[in-house]
Each structure stands twice: as structure tokens, then as C-alpha cells.
Nanobody, 123 residues
């Protein structure tokens, strides 16, 4: 059974940086395409970024392009999201997601989810 645990969230001022981590256990990370999504209360889950099994292919949501970088370390079974130049509108609960079928920009393309880590950006 796959378990995903996010960490690294917190409170940061606008313009600051955070690095989120997602540790996968129960299987090897290399078997999964991975993604980050975020969600505000009362809103739909929004695509942030995704990465293929080997890391050779990545996609980003328009609102985070040029500011966020998704990466993975399969040896450490860990997914990362480096977030730079953070804006108040980046405030959300950030989730990592995994699926063996391949990358998708839709949350319906992912079978396994973490519990989320809160990111709050103050102006």
C-alpha cells in the first residue's frame, strides 16, 4: 500500500521561497508518475506541476511557470517542489499525488494522495 507524506509547508512573506517534500513509502518512487496539486477551501483542486517516472518530462500550471520547479529523487523515494517568488495567491493546501499510469494534468489521473501541507503567503 502506497503512503504519501508531504512536508515543508509554512508561513512565508510574499517574494519568499519554500521547498515542499513528499515521501513515498510502500513502493518505489520510480514506479510512479508524480504531481503536485493545491486547493483552497470551497475551490476545485488545481494542477501545479507533474513529473514523469524518470524526471525527463515535466509540466507546470500557468500560474506557477517560471517560479516553481518539480523534481524527484528516486533513490530517496522523495518528490520535491521548489517554490520561489511566492505570492499571496499561492496560499493553499498542497497535495502530492502518484499514479503508475503516467503523468496527467487532471486530479482524476492520480490514484494515491497525501494528506497535504499548508502553504500561507502573507502580503
Amino acid at each position: 500500500q502506497v503512503q504519501l507524506v508531504e512536508s515543508g509547508g509554512g508561513l512565508v512573506q510574499a517574494g519568499g521561497s519554500l521547498r515542499l517534500s513528499c515521501a513515498l513509502s510502500g513502493r518505489t518512487l520510480s514506479s510512479f508518475a508524480m504531481a503536485w496539486f493545491r486547493q483552497d477551501p470551497g475551490k476545485e483542486r488545481q494542477f501545479v506541476a507533474c513529473i514523469s517516472w524518470t524526471g525527463s518530462t515535466t509540466y507546470y500550471g500557468d500560474s506557477v511557470k517560471g517560479r516553481f520547479t518539480i523534481s524527484r529523487d528516486n533513490a530517496k523515494n522523495t518528490l520535491y517542489l521548489q517554490m520561489n517568488n511566492l505570492k499571496p495567491e499561492d496560499t493553499a493546501l498542497y497535495y502530492c499525488a502518484a499514479d503508475e499510469r503516467g503523468i496527467s494534468l487532471s486530479p482524476f489521473g492520480y490514484k494515491d494522495w497525501g494528506q497535504g501541507t499548508q502553504v500561507t503567503v502573507s502580503s
